[in-house]
């Protein structure tokens, strides 16, 4: 399996800049967290502010989340200069905000993964991830068009690629977890009808809790996915649900060998020649995934960003969007899974250390 390889696709996807090895390497390149456009602070107002201190070529997304940007200067120099000035200290111009920020430098070019060694399934038990069902048809498509046309009555947010709407509790992206305390609401009535279906889903044991008070309705355009991670073990219960609706995706999981933990502030660059099992499935629209158990807790997901999945040896193009709608139980104390090797609650709370890396958030 070619870890590396796959690696490097998605973090070409993501972004064109990678965290250098050593700490203490300067590049033309800054990485600039607490900065974007769902701080409220456009691109071109980000180079403005950095032309202080010398020629801006580019101001980049760093990932999908909006609040991480890349800036590059035309020479290392300039770059020293703004970071002196602005890491770490309150920036007037940029509303007030506190920037985190260090040298990126540019990603070689990646590698072409061979997809041909991922077999697509289209069935949970061919999967066989302990935890990991899939509901075909879970709602009909009339039932599809009422939730489409509720998402699209309501406002959205921008992130860099996709757009989002939570309910019940807001997903905070730069901490990867919710704020407990800021209830916004009971989720709204037009997906009453899902939730008293996931009441009776079939799998798994019914004594396991499934009242969801938190949903992020994910729009992917096509091409565009999402991230390997693990939705952070101290903000989320056991059960996630997740309704595909508009047009399908392939997901895929990985797990990574007993032992493997991501260092520090650590890049999935860092990661390179882990070998992790990779194990995909076709998600159509109207199926119900759930995660559950070690599939939850102990394995990857991610949806890769092409524009066409190959299933069974069948091209299906993605369509102009997919929507999602994922259910989750905001979490009341500490998690106590059986797999440490992932759990924050378990590992410290350090989100650099318990999160996938920066540059490819979730
Ligand atoms: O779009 C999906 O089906 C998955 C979304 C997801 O993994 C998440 O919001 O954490
Ligand atoms: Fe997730």
Redesign the pocket.
Known sequence: MAAAAAAAEEEAANSMFTRPKCSTTTSPNLYVANCGPTVGLSLETISSVFSAFGLVTGVHAADDTGARVIVCFSDTTAAQAAYQALNGNPCPQLRGRTLRMRFSLPKLPAKVQDNDSLSVFLLASELAIPGIYLVHDFITPEEEEVLLAAVDASPWKSLAKRRVQHYGYEFLYETRNVDARQFLGNLPSFVSFVLDKISSFPEPANNKCRLMDQL?V?E?PSGVG?SP?I?THSAFDELIF?L?IAGPCI?EFRKYPQGTWYPPGGTVADMEGVNFIRKAIY?PPRSM?LMSGEGRYAWH?Y?PHHKVDVVKGQSIKRASRRV?F?FRKVRRGPCRCEFQQCCDSQRGSNVERSCPPLETS?
């Open positions: 992020t994910n992917y999402l991670h939705d997740s595909s997901m998600l995934l997901h949806i999602s994922t979730q």
